[in-house]
């Protein structure tokens, strides 16, 4: 159980143009998903957190136009790269919380991933 | 041994050997910890977490430690094998709130 999918797995671009990345909880309910941007050699950063049927909550420094978060099931979160550069190019990374784990620390199921090439 | 790169620490040890991988935090508040193995272009993936209740938790082949005294928290793999390789976070979560932050990682390389 508690299994994320991502898609697309990698995705090549050319600049100037956006890319949309889906976030799937395969077996559970997620009413919170989150978003993170991996580069190479370095942590996983909190991009946004993403609330179902409700405005995304962005991390400082992450611009909520470039970066748009959609979260219209509980199975479902997107994340849109808009008009994609070169310094966008990364390892973006969701995960989903289950609705069902009422408790109050935060466990997390992540998704395998997905490499954004910007050409 | 152990050295530090640019950005990621590694962990060189043979097969067979105890790993035992490190973890300062930072935040004084949080109180759920949790280990993660990163393979080279996947997501994290689950080991084990510990609540700030306990100071050590055994699973499979591992044990997390936790000082609270000092923030600082540790993973130790028992027997470690070449699928060991891979890069291990630490994350820390503060109870009622929604976000884990992450520590900066340390490779682990395993030699046959």
């Known amino acids: 159980g508690a299994v994320v999918s991502q898609h697309p797995s990698r995705v090549i671009c050319k600049s100037g143009t956006s890319v949309k990345i889906e976030c799937r909880s395969l077996?559970?309910?997620?009413?919170?998903m989150f978003w993170y941007r991996q580069f190479p050699k370095q942590s996983l950063m909190l991009m946004a957190t993403?609330?179902?049927?409700?405005?995304?909550?962005?991390e400082q420094g992450v611009e909520k136009d470039k970066f748009l978060i959609n979260h219209a099931s509980l199975t479902l979160s997107t994340l849109t790269v808009t008009s994609a550069h070169p310094e966008d190019s990364s390892f973006y990374i969701c995960?989903?919380?289950?609705?069902?784990?009422?408790?109050?620390?935060?466990?997390?199921?992540f998704g395998p991933g997905t490499r954004l090439t910007v050409l | 041994g152990e050295s530090v790169g640019l950005h990621l620490p590694t962990l060189s040890v043979q097969e067979g050997d105890n790993s035992i991988i490190n973890c300062a935090y930072s935040?004084?508040?949080?109180?759920?910890f949790i280990w993660y193995k990163q393979e080279s272009g996947k997501g994290p993936q689950f080991i084990i977490d510990i609540r700030s209740n306990m100071d050590k938790r055994q699973g499979q082949r591992v044990t997390v430690l936790l000082n609270k005294t000092v923030k600082h928290l540790s993973l130790q793999i028992a027997a470690t094998q070449p699928g060991d390789s891979a890069v291990y976070f630490c994350?820390?979560?503060?109870?009622?709130?929604?976000?884990?932050?992450f520590g900066k990682g340390t490779m682990l390389l395993v030699s046959p």
């Open positions: 935040n004084s508040a949080s109180d759920y």
């Open positions: 077996d559970f309910q997620a009413t919170t």
């Open positions: 995960s989903a919380r289950d609705t069902r784990r009422t408790g109050p620390y935060n466990e997390q199921f």
């Open positions: 994350a820390e979560n503060t109870a009622g709130y929604s976000t884990l932050t």
């Open positions: 993403s609330n179902e049927g409700s405005k995304a909550t962005y």
